[in-house]
Nanobody
Framework: QVQLVESGGGLVQPGGSLRLSCAAS????????MGWYRQAPGKQRELVAT???????NYAEAVKGRFTISRDNTKNALNLQMNSLKPEDTAVYFC?????????WGQGTQVTVSS
């Protein structure tokens, strides 16, 4: 079992940057895959990026080249650096992991990209 708590969301202008962080309540060293999802109003939750324990990453096409996912196993933290933000990136961003067959989610952090 694990609790995930996101932070770092907020309001940013188009073209700006934000860094999201997710703090886990236990060691993430043995959690193979962690990731970020997002959900915009009226839309389904969608994958943003994932990362494995060995550092293999996967990104949604919409964020490739702009977002970077990373994990710090020593600090039990997952991060998402978001650059060149666009209005269509506006959503609630959720931290995610799977342990065995159970999915765990954070409560989400709002990201709003607007001028």
């Amino acid at each position: 079992q694990v609790q995930l708590v996101e932070s770092g969301g907020g309001l940013v202008q188009p073209g700006g940057s934000l860094r999201l962080s997710c703090a886990a309540s236990r060691s993430i060293l043995n959690i193979y895959t962690m990731g970020w999802y997002r959900q915009a109003p009226g839309k389904q939750r969608e994958l943003v990026a994932t990362i494995t324990t060995v550092g293999s990453t996967n990104y949604a096409e919409a964020v490739k080249g702009r977002f970077t996912i990373s994990r710090d196993n020593t600090k039990n933290a997952l991060n998402l650096q978001m650059n060149s933000l666009k209005p269509e990136d506006t959503a609630v961003y959720f931290c995610y992991c799977r342990i065995v067959t159970i999915d765990y989610w954070g409560q989400g952090t709002q990201v709003t990209v607007s001028s």
